[in-house]
């Protein structure tokens, strides 16, 4: 079972890694099938971490440190409050809303192209805070960040490098909350350094891939990615 979860870690590193969106949006329904919520839901955060860690380094020149303050911001305040209510509220009932949402703007994004949200302070805020909130209390602010930050326009490396920046804050400001709630057990202590040496192996391998797609095509992915994730969520509503 560990040999697959981290063969699951791997593969949702590097898809991560070229969407932009990051790992856990992939590897959190993976993670379900071997683990309960909460365990996945830690595992899975810690993932996270390393791999923007190595995002970070292989991208660091590529910020956009306006959007990275204007949207970062807003996202640290909300993951905050959205990983407080992770005992207290459904999950499976907060990411089928997601996936709806997601579903819709990546349909609308494949007929037209051209479809931007406009770089506003107040876009950034509502963008910023809704996947802080998600990533805080489902684990899958990801994709809903990949969805306002890919319709700014920004070049792949640019777009990777302050994707990756504001997940690690989210994630620094989430993780020491799941801890205290005591939300994993010592028994699953030894996957960490190991979840880092596959967090990465996956970014190392992901940047060489990303280097070989052209722009037109890496936006493709990443709405293609976050359609299936859509699709996955709400197909777990409804059964």
């Known amino acids: 079972m560990s040999i697959l979860f ?39 955060a810690l993932f996270h971490i390393f791999g923007n860690i190595s995002r970070i380094s292989f991208f ?32 499976e009932m907060l990411k089928g809303i997601l996936g709806v949402f997601l579903i819709i703007y990546s349909i609308i994004s494949f007929w037209k192209e051209d479809l931007k949200v406009r770089p506003s302070l107040f876009n950034s805020v509502i963008g910023g805070g809704l996947s802080g909130f998600l990533a805080g209390l489902i684990g899958t602010g990801g ?32 993780i020491p909350v799941y801890f205290a709630e005591g939300f994993l057990t010592r028994q699953y202590y030894w996957y960490i350094p190991v979840l880092l040496i596959v967090a990465l192996a996956g970014s190392f391998t992901g940047k060489q891939i990303v280097k070989q797609v052209p722009q037109k095509i890496f936006r493709k992915v990443v ?10 969520f709400v197909y777990d509503l409804l059964v």
């Open 143 to 174: 994709a809903l960040r990949g969805a306002f930050l890919t319709a700014f326009g920004l070049p792949k490396e640019k777009y990777i490098a302050t994707a990756a920046a504001i997940a690690l804050a989210v994630d620094f400001t989430r």
């Open 60 to 91: 660091k020149h590529g910020f956009d440190r306006h959007i990275l303050i204007i949207f970062g911001i807003p996202s640290v305040v909300l993951t905050l409050i959205g990983a407080l209510l992770v005992t207290y509220l459904p999950q």
């Open 6 to 44: 981290f063969l699951s870690a791997f593969v949702a590193e590097i898809i991560g890694t070229i969407a932009g969106f990051g790992s856990s949006t992939v590897f959190l329904p993976l993670a379900l099938l071997f683990f309960d919520f909460k365990t996945a839901l830690v595992l899975v």
């Open 223 to 232: 709405l293609s990615a976050i359609l299936i994730m859509g699709l996955k």
